[in-house]
């Protein structure tokens, strides 16, 4: 690149390109060349020659040639591509460069680089615009389930990055890999052409795509495969995995077989994106698109997209996930980590509706420490502490994935059963008493259900709140779930 006079460089540089100028000069098949005849006096320099020579400056596009400066003959700019020229003369140089570059391109370039420098533009113009449609309903919304789904609707969106495939994995941070959570595109060839045909037939917009999400339709056998894989960087140096957590997503590969086994379940196409989903450097999790049933090349274009998509979107994610775990913390009680009293009154209320609407039984229970008050007395607070966490551990082993666990509040908790009639009522109650006692801690537990006991579920707090009294006086260390007598916990 030839070197400019200082006084004239400094002139240059302070002219200022517009970004989709840059872009213009960018997607031209090679460099121009620029030889220049200016003003001896850098402050005569018009302004289209300044911004042509600034673009020489940041090599790229443009390369300098011979600049020469002359007083005696008139300004002039001469552009070189292959054999084609375009000489722009002093009046021309006076307007600004975006009033001369449809001329310039026109002169340099043949019809078919014309077309498929439109038709670049065109590409990046609506897949923008999809994606700042996308990121801004991300934005919009609470669901991380949502933002999931959007993120991958804008890479396989014809609309978007268009990619036949994407999945994502989330990062479990214990068992240091990561697990299938959702994925967009077909299983197979023959169901890859009906939706492409369903897409078409039914005209789907990106509008209609975005606010898909509630409706899943593109819950297919893709998206059941891709839930039961889990993928885990191997030692491997060339490990797909290993090398996407790097500091350079997304990465493209390009492989026959993945040496990553998780990634060869997978079934990839010999070409596929793989990024790392990490804003800050915190991995939350990791994409994968490929276009399995119609290989299209992944360009430069298409990654450099990619990666300012990705980019947005996991920053709306985090602040998602982060939005996510504060709410999810406004529910828990702190000391036990069970749900809370307001959680628990609200999931009471959903079970009540649920039930008077279906006629399903529904059991709810009190569980007190004993002598807990005595406890706090003798040892201090701080072992009293751990012997309400010791319980609430108990409880979250021994309840069922749809049960509700909650501290109602001090040394009481509160367990709501649905689907749980009198006799289930009764085995729960036992279990959990004889596994509190195993673990050194002895509990009063009142139940009732619903419909036997009251005739509202909502009644069920009053019945099972004067059941627990009568397993206090009955001795405690036992449970009262009907109108019989409490039964005593049996020692492990």
């Not at 593109?218 to 140096?237: D, K, P």
């Not at 994409?287 to 290989?295: K, M, R």
């Not at 409880?395 to 509040?409: K, P």
């Not at 689907?419 to 009522?425: E, K």
Request: aromatic share 6%.
């Amino acid at each position: 690149m030839a070197a400019l006079p200082s006084e004239l460089e400094r002139v240059v540089r302070t002219a200022s390109v517009a970004p989709h100028l840059r872009a213009s000069f960018g997607r031209l098949p090679e460099p121009i060349r620029l030889d220049a005849r200016l003003p001896s006096d850098p402050e005569q320099v018009p302004m289209a020659a300044r911004q042509l020579l600034k673009l020489g400056l940041l090599d790229g596009p443009v390369r300098l040639g011979r600049v020469v400066r002359s007083d005696r003959r008139p300004c002039q700019v001469t552009l070189t591509l292959d054999e084609r020229r375009c000489v722009l003369g002093a009046e021309e140089l006076r307007q600004d460069l975006r009033a001369v570059v449809e001329r310039l391109l026109g002169a340099l370039l043949e019809p078919a680089d014309v077309a498929a420098l439109l038709q670049s533009f065109a590409f990046q113009s609506s897949c923008l615009s999809t994606l700042r449609s996308i990121v801004a309903r991300m934005l919009a919304s609470t669901d991380v389930a949502e933002a999931h789904y959007l993120m991958l609707a804008g890479i396989t969106s014809g609309y978007g990055l268009g990619f036949n495939r994407a999945a994502l994995f989330l990062y479990d941070d214990s068992a240091q890999l990561f697990r299938g959570v959702k994925a967009i595109g077909p299983f197979d060839t023959a169901e890859a052409h009906r939706i492409w045909e369903q897409i078409e037939l039914e005209g789907m917009t990106i509008e209609r795509l975005i606010s898909d999400f509630e409706t899943r339709r593109f819950e297919t056998r893709f998206q059941q495969h891709v839930q039961h894989l889990e993928l885990r960087a191997t030692a491997r140096l060339e490990d797909e995995v290993g090398l996407a957590l790097g500091p350079l997503p997304p990465l493209r590969f390009e492989r026959v077989r993945p040496i990553n086994p998780g990634l060869a379940a997978l079934g990839v196409a010999p070409e596929f994106l793989l990024a790392a989903i990490q804003p800050h450097g915190r991995v939350l999790g990791l994409l994968f698109a490929d276009d399995l049933y119609s290989p299209t090349p992944i360009d430069a274009e298409r990654m450099q997209l990619g990666r300012l998509f990705l980019d947005q979107a996991a920053l709306v994610w985090e602040g998602q996930a982060l939005l996510a775990r504060i709410a999810e913390l406004a529910r828990l009680d702190e000391l036990t980590g069970l749900w809370n009293r307001r959680e628990f009154q609200s999931r009471l209320d959903s079970e009540r509706s649920r039930c008077c609407r279906s006629g399903a039984k529904l059991s709810l229970a009190f569980v007190d420490v004993d002598h807990f008050k005595h406890k706090n007395d003798t040892d201090g607070h701080e072992a009293g502490d751990e012997q309400l966490r010791s319980l609430g551990a108990v409880l979250r082993r021994e309840l069922r994935e749809h049960d509700v666990a909650a501290r109602w509040g001090g040394d009481e908790f509160v367990l709501l059963l649905p689907d749980c009639d009198t006799a289930q009522l009764a085995a729960v109650a036992r279990r959990v008493g004889q596994r509190a006692l195993g673990a050194g801690i002895s509990v009063s537990l009142g139940g009732a259900t619903w419909p036997g006991d009251c005739e509202d579920p909502a009644q069920l707090l009053g019945v099972a709140d004067r059941r627990v009294y009568r397993a206090k006086d009955a001795g405690r260390c036992c449970a009262a779930v009907d109108e019989g007598e409490p039964v005593a916990f049996p020692a492990s």
